[in-house]
């Protein structure tokens, strides 16, 4: 079993900046992907961001150029540098691992509980 632990979310004025972070804690797994969604209210869960194992990225179109994912491969952390925070970005933030399993080798998705960001205008 894997936890997600997300901090960092809070409340902003436009314009401002965030980090988020997300730390995999368990026993026995490596991590692939991770990734940052987005859920507003009344709105499907969105992808913001991604990072493989490699380092190699995909954003949203409607963040490019404002945020920015990271990962320590050593912590098992995922990082969101959110930038020039609009109202629109206004959601909770969930964070995702795609985890392997060494002992069983079997593949499972993990989410956190999410955190809350709001921008305000």
């Known amino acids: 079993q894997v936890q997600l632990v997300e901090s960092g979310g809070g409340l902003v004025q436009a314009g401002g900046s965030l980090r988020l972070s997300c730390t995999a804690s368990?026993?026995?797994?490596?991590?692939?992907?991770m990734g940052w969604y987005r859920q507003a209210p009344g709105k499907q869960r969105e992808l913001v961001a991604r990072i493989t194992t490699g380092g190699s990225t995909t954003y949203a179109d409607s963040v490019k150029g404002r945020f920015t994912i990271s990962r320590d491969n050593s912590k098992n952390t995922a990082y969101l540098q959110m930038s020039g925070l609009k109202p629109a970005d206004t959601a909770v933030y969930y964070c995702?691992?795609?985890?392997?399993?060494?002992?069983?080798?079997?593949?499972?998705?993990?989410w956190g509980q999410g955190t809350q960001v709001t921008v305000s205008s």
């Open positions: 995702s691992a795609d985890v392997v399993d060494v002992l069983t080798t079997k593949y499972r998705n993990y």
């Open positions: 368990g026993r026995a797994f490596n991590i692939n992907t």
